[in-house]
């Protein structure tokens, strides 16, 4: 499987500022999507990453909250805007290979303040 | 909406004992069954993939797969306190290459 590097690892925040998470991937990917998970809380999908194309984001994410470039097949972005406490989660990049199994980053930890 | 049931537990096992955790799902249609297993502060980590109806098995593990009841679970053999973590059960609806996850169960082996 792919090795999956995502960074930062954890950040502490504060309110009303952006943070950007990268994830880069040791091959080219297709599919790349960006989670969230909650305390507590099991996976929830934000967006799949489109490389050349405005991502595909899932209800109740939208693009201005959470703006997501994929300028080739091994890297994305995430950014969590204008955050706000309600943002404090894991923040996961994962892909997806042809037998669509999904591995994961190692995840950030996004504390807001 | 796809959904993916799981009971959040805590599931207790004494070490050396068959630990079972178990996953229903709503799409008839799904094909791609997954178990992905998270430590504490830590991501998903893929343990076990299931396509057809049956068990497959993979060291301790065993996966066990029936669609017509649109049910999996997993077993986990001579149970360690090293496998004390949440297990995720992750479906991919239809010919979807996403998978819908689960709430996931919590399982503790003591010693």
């Known amino acids: 499987s792919a090795v999956i590097s995502q960074k930062p690892s954890r950040d502490i925040c504060q309110r009303g500022t952006s943070l950007t998470i990268q994830c880069q991937v040791d091959?080219?990917?297709?599919?790349m999507f960006w989670y969230r998970q909650q305390p507590g809380q099991s996976l929830t999908l934000i967006a799949t990453?489109?490389?050349?194309?405005?991502?595909?984001?899932e209800s109740g994410f939208v693009i201005d909250k959470f703006p997501i470039s994929r300028p080739n097949l091994t890297f994305s972005t995430l950014t969590v805007s204008n955050m706000s406490p309600e943002d404090s989660s894991i923040y996961l990049c994962?892909?997806?290979?042809?037998?669509?199994?999904?591995?994961f980053g190692q995840g950030t930890r996004l504390t807001v303040v | 909406q796809k959904e993916v049931e799981q009971n959040s537990g805590p599931l207790s096992v004494p070490e050396g004992a068959i630990a079972s955790l178990n996953c229903t799902y709503s799409?008839?249609?799904?094909?791609?069954f997954f178990w992905y297993r998270q430590y504490s502060g830590k991501s998903p980590e893929l343990i076990m993939s299931?396509?057809?109806?049956g068990d497959k098995e993979d060291g301790r593990f065993t996966a066990q797969l029936n669609k017509a009841s649109q049910y999996v679970s997993l077993l986990i053999r001579d149970s360690q306190p090293s496998d004390s973590a949440t297990y995720l059960c992750?479906?991919?609806?239809?010919?979807?290459?996403?998978?819908?996850f689960g709430r996931g169960t919590s399982l503790i082996v003591h010693p």
């Open positions: 994962s892909v997806g290979d042809g037998n669509r199994q999904a591995f």
């Open positions: 091959s080219q990917v297709t599919m």
């Open positions: 990453a489109n490389q050349g194309s405005e991502a595909t984001y």
């Open positions: 799409d008839r249609v799904s094909q791609s």
């Open positions: 299931i396509y057809s109806n």
């Open positions: 992750a479906v991919n609806p239809g010919g979807s290459y996403i998978p819908t």
